[in-house]
């Protein structure tokens, strides 16, 4: 039996621990990250020091524009370093920018913006150095962004009039300004409701 023991102890020393713990995927505005919830704690849980993560993460993104959403992977090791990987900001993001719209579709059919093929070719090259799309062409990284873009309610069209554009941003203002009127009042009533 003591034989037994001896060996149990020696595997013990042998074999490296396994980890079972999963990468942490974030979404981090670029040169933001702080020690305050929801990231402060995440990285908390996995024993990572929140001080020295916000630090390097803010000194790796200070040559991006501040605020701008990062989605990062960040994978502990088991001696409490980590590693973390920073990716371009989503396609929402950047179909958005192209639009000059802040929100997508409010409700079925409504069209939040118009952007150009030109765009979506422009935002494929650069989503497709993402690593997770580093096994798509090119030709289907702009078909995904087609999809996300109908999504959003943002149209594609060959070319874009900035006259007519114009008079198009300012219906959208005016109707996402009511819109969100309706919200509110809606919200008060409810609250009146259940007062």
């Known amino acids: 039996m003591s034989k037994l023991g001896t060996k149990g102890k020696f595997l013990k020393k042998v074999l ?3 980890d079972h713990s999963s990468k942490l995927r974030v979404i ?3 040169g933001l990250a702080n020690a305050k919830p929801p990231l402060g704690s995440q990285l908390g849980q996995r024993n990572i020091n929140v ?4 630090n390097d993460f803010n000194k790796r993104t200070e040559n991006i524009k501040e605020g ?3 989605p990062c992977r960040v994978k502990v090791k088991t001696d409490g370093t980590y590693d973390l990987v920073i990716n371009n900001p989503p396609a929402t993001y ?3 920018q192209a639009a000059g719209i802040e929100r997508g579709k409010m409700c079925k059919g409504e069209i939040a913006g118009r952007i150009t093929l030109k ?6 090259c650069i989503k497709s150095q ?10 289907q990284v702009c078909k995904m962004l087609v999809g996300i873009a109908r999504t959003c309610g943002i149209e594609i069209v060959r070319t874009l009039d900035s006259v007519e554009h114009e008079k198009f941003m300012k219906l959208r203002e005016e ?3 009511a819109r969100l009127e309706d919200m509110r009042l809606s919200k008060e009533a409810k609250m009146l409701r259940t007062a």
């Open 28 to 30: 981090i505005p670029a």
């Open 130 to 139: 993402d690593r997770s799309l580093a096994l798509l062409s090119l030709e």
């Open 51 to 54: 001080a020295n993560f916000c």
């Open 16 to 18: 490296p621990k396994v």
């Open 68 to 70: 701008v959403p990062l």
């Open 175 to 177: 109707n996402v300004q």
């Open 119 to 124: 765009h979506i070719y422009e935002i494929a």
């Open 94 to 96: 950047f179909l958005k």
